[in-house]
């Protein structure tokens, strides 16, 4: 049997940029996109003898935003891949869309032609607020395109929101879960806004008092947990939660350590022992794919020590969490130090031991920042006997931090091996 392998397309091209975004998305580039079509296919099939090596079991349309990029586009990206790659029959195949960019028509081409799961950009039901982060669409937009997806035969939908707006209250942020929920979505992604230099918000709000401070954030992080279980959400990773067996199987590669591999500017793959992206410049990745020039940003071997970092750093973000026997035999690696910090953890209510394997608990992710630092600590030293790095944990505890978003994350485990 061939090794599975997910495939994520990134899709740059935006109606317009909100006002929050720093993925690596453009507007008022429609000129370019079927240069960057032509270019996106003939990568793929460049790369076929690659994929063709397992069996793609997941295949994920990011962006930007997939869905203003056009159903027949998209449709014909993922022909290409089933004509060049193993795609399973059972493949989990996600597009990301915003409501103002799909159509029933779309929707239902989509569907017919194999895509089986949505990720639908909600944020919010407030419509002040949507304006405010520079939405294109309304909650009755959104509800409609919701809808529509229904109609189009779609039954695996998920909704991301987000929450520590500007001016945004906890009795704002439970109106938007409430109304959320009488949608009854498969998946949820709640994200705390960040204000990232560079964008827009960050100039107009960095330091301004409208925003939610961390306490405020933090609770507005619990009541999203308690809320979303009593309503039967299972809480899979810090950010996500999911109705029974609708987690995001081509997310969880990422957190399982898991073969991926990312077509498009900026896109990430980790194959085997290599980890690589592309340039993060949607001519010059056009320019070196058509010229058969390198487009390659980063490349690197991961080594043993470096997979344990990410073990951790990455097995501690979900529910499901790390085991002694995952560890030994992923990382080789001595597992006492993290038992002992575990343990001093569980003592604390932030950690707990569910069927051999430990995860963090509610309180434990809203500090899991700190907490996966001082595992990672323990790791690269051993810790001695006694636990003064507990004090520090303390502290974190009393002024929270959310933690880390993806793309931080990933953005700090690049940063790390590029500077070893």
Request: net charge negative.
């Amino acid at each position: 049997m061939k090794p599975r392998l997910g495939i994520y397309i990134h899709i740059p091209f935006c109606a317009s940029k909100c006002s929050y975004c720093d993925f690596y998305s453009l507007a008022g580039c429609d000129d370019l996109m079927p240069e960057y079509h032509k270019a996106l296919i003939a990568h793929m099939e460049e790369s076929a003898y690659a994929i063709k090596n397992y069996e793609v079991d997941t295949i994920y349309f990011g962006g930007g935003t997939p869905s203003y990029y056009g159903a027949e586009n998209l449709i014909a990206l993922l022909d290409t891949l089933k004509a060049n790659g193993n795609v399973r029959m059972d493949a989990e195949i996600t597009v990301e869309c915003n409501p103002d960019s799909v159509d029933l028509a779309d929707l239902k081409l989509l569907r017919q032609e194999g895509v089986n799961r949505l990720s639908i950009g909600l944020q919010s039901t407030d419509n002040d607020l949507l304006k405010l982060i520079g939405r294109r669409h309304n909650f009755q937009q959104a509800v409609r395109a919701f809808e529509d997806a229904r109609r189009a035969g779609f039954d695996n939908l998920s909704l991301d929101l987000m929450y520590g707006l500007p001016s945004q209250t906890k009795s704002d942020w439970a109106d938007t879960l409430a109304k959320t929920v009488e949608l009854h979505p498969e998946h949820l992604s709640c994200y705390g806004l960040k204000l990232e230099p560079g964008t827009q918000m960050y100039a107009d709000y960095n330091g301004s008092p409208i925003l939610p401070d961390e306490d405020e954030q933090a609770d507005m992080y619990s009541y999203c947990a308690e809320m979303l279980d009593r309503y039967g959400y299972r809480q899979y990773e810090i950010s996500n939660f999911c109705a029974p067996g609708f987690e995001s199987r081509h997310n969880l590669k990422y957190w399982n350590l898991d073969d991926y591999m990312g077509f498009g500017p900026g896109a990430a793959s980790c194959v085997g022992k290599l980890r690589y992206s592309f340039i993060k410049d949607l001519k010059k990745y056009i320019y070196g794919v058509t010229r058969k020039i390198s487009i390659v940003d980063e490349y690197q071997q991961v080594d043993p020590l470096e997979r344990a970092v990410e073990y951790i750093m990455l097995g501690m973000r979900t529910s499901q969490g790390i085991s002694e026997e995952d560890y030994r035999i992923r990382c080789q690696c001595d597992w006492r130090p993290i038992s002992r910090v575990l343990r001093a953890f569980a003592e604390k209510g932030w950690a707990e031991q569910t069927d051999g394997r430990w995860h963090f608990t509610v309180p434990g992710f809203l500090i899991s920042n700190t907490l996966i630092s001082i595992m990672l600590e323990a790791q690269a030293e051993g810790l001695a006997e006694g636990t003064p790095w507990l004090e520090r944990a303390d502290r974190q505890e009393k002024k929270i931090s959310l933690p880390k978003g993806e793309d931080e994350l990933f953005a700090e485990l690049y940063e790390q091996k590029t500077k070893s």
